[in-house]
């Protein structure tokens, strides 16, 4: 059975949640493009190769984090 988090776990989630979203952004601006599903995948695939651990998260779950929706055809 899985145990619930507890609050201060869900606090720093969220916080690497904020960060994450942040750092998203700070990338968008330094290539000059919007938000969309390609450009959150090519983020997410650079931090996740790079060894970054952003809350155990696969591609998959942070794409939908960072751009609400997966690229076409990804699934």
């Known amino acids: 059975m899985a145990t619930k988090k507890s609050h201060n776990d ?8 904020s960060k994450i979203k942040d750092e998203y952004k700070s990338y968008l601006e330094r290539i ?12 997410a695939i650079m931090k ?3 060894g970054f651990d952003y809350l155990e998260m696969n591609e ?3 794409i939908l984090l960072l ?4 690229p076409y055809m990804y699934d």
């Open 60 to 62: 998959r779950d942070l």
């Open 48 to 50: 996740i190769d790079g």
């Open 67 to 70: 751009a609400g929706k997966l």
């Open 32 to 43: 000059g493009e919007s938000s969309n599903p390609d450009n959150a995948q090519a983020f």
């Open 10 to 17: 869900l606090y720093w989630d969220a916080k690497k949640k």
